[in-house]
């Protein structure tokens, strides 16, 4: 969910008056769940080893699984990262956008693979058992959010719809109930600032941020009004963790990564990896102590023990 949005308050207000105050939430779709097999048995390592010189592109998303593992949201689905290197997830092989872990699982949008029962887009996807288990909670068939943060602990859904549905304009858009139905944001205060991003607060429900090229704004009401949270400083992409947040600013061709507590002014910067000319942060996230970065030309680097250690370059699988 970290492509450049780049809204402009007048384009935005011109979203919102189309949506109106009374613009109806969605009903949900009939859930569709894909069950893994009961067995008495060890269950499968449904993982296989990425081969050698495998390219992986599109990554939208990226996380931590509760078993400490990276895992990453590509073109062909989910890959994750082992001591001995990549793998990746042999069923519900998605084209994902959006994807972002939660306690137990993640949310994400998309398209489906060709073989999926799910229609185009995916619309809202709840995913537990590490991806192998399904649930569309909404929006199957209409919606794909490219732009799109769920609070890892509350689980509130903050969105920014590009094309309209059979029932939902363009706009930005909450939802406190897990994806089942949405509501419009009103996004008073923005006062002409581009947007970047969106990010859902770790654990507030009703906490979420906006980033771009003019610094952080800040909204403890669902998005309905924001205030300045970070000023002078352009934000590529940002993070939350519980009490706290981690961002990357831009200037000129360098970049500079702050990790910042919620209700104090202490910030600590933190080195970043080496990038390539031209590579540009889009992913971040961050937990305790470790961190993790992929960027617009599909590298991927894990920050542990202060240090960084690049599991993916250039989108090639070594």
């Given at each position: ?7 402009p308050?007048?384009?935005m ?5 189309s ?7 969605n009903e ?26 495998t ?15 990276p895992?990453?949201?590509t073109h ?9 290197g ?10 994902y956008?959006?994807?972002?872990l939660v ?8 398209h ?13 996807v709840r995913?537990?058992d ?13 919606a794909?959010f ?8 509350s689980?509130s859904l ?17 939802s406190?109930?897990?994806?089942k ?10 006062d002409?600032?581009g ?6 607060d770790?654990?507030e ?11 952080i704004?800040?909204?403890?009401d669902g998005?309905?009004?924001f205030?300045l949270?970070?000023?002078g400083t352009?934000?590529v ?14 200037a000129?061709t ?18 970043l990896?080496?990038l390539a ?12 102590d470790?961190?993790l ?13 202060e240090?960084w250690t ?9």
């Amino acid at each position: 969910m970290r492509r450049t949005l780049l809204v402009p308050t007048l384009t935005m207000t011109i979203f919102l008056a189309s949506c109106g105050g009374a613009t109806p939430a969605n009903e949900p779709t009939t859930p569709v769940t894909e069950e893994k097999e009961t067995s008495t048995e060890q269950v499968p390592d449904r993982w296989t080893s990425t081969e050698t010189g495998t390219a992986v592109s599109h990554i939208h998303g990226a996380g931590f699984w509760p078993d400490g593992r990276p895992v990453i949201a590509t073109h062909t689905g989910l890959m994750e990262f082992r001591e001995d290197g990549w793998y990746e997830l042999s069923s519900n092989r998605h084209d994902y956008m959006g994807f972002e872990l939660v306690a137990d699982g993640f949310y994400a949008s998309g398209h489906p693979a060709q073989d999926s029962p799910y229609e185009n887009p995916l619309g809202v996807v709840r995913g537990t058992d590490k991806g192998e288990t399904l649930e569309i909670r909404s929006l199957e068939g209409e919606a794909d959010f490219h732009y799109m943060s769920a609070g890892f602990e509350s689980e509130s859904l903050y969105v920014y719809l590009e094309t309209a549905t059979s029932e939902l304009e363009p706009g930005f858009y909450r939802s406190l109930d897990g994806g089942k139905t949405f509501e419009p944001m009103n996004m008073n205060g923005i006062d002409g600032a581009g947007i970047a991003g969106i990010m859902a607060d770790a654990s507030e429900p009703k906490r979420v941020f906006v980033y771009g090229p003019d610094g952080i704004l800040v909204s403890n009401d669902g998005g309905d009004t924001f205030e300045l949270f970070i000023d002078g400083t352009s934000v590529v992409t940002m993070a939350s963790t519980n009490g706290s947040v981690a961002y990357i600013g831009q200037a000129d061709t360098s970049f500079e990564l702050i990790v910042r507590e919620l209700g104090k002014e202490t910030e600590t910067s933190l080195p970043l990896p080496e990038l390539a000319a031209g590579d540009l942060p889009i992913e971040l996230v961050i937990e305790e102590d470790r961190l993790l970065l992929a960027t617009s030309g599909n590298s991927v680097y894990m920050y542990e023990d202060e240090e960084w250690t690049q599991l993916l370059q250039d989108g090639k699988v070594n």
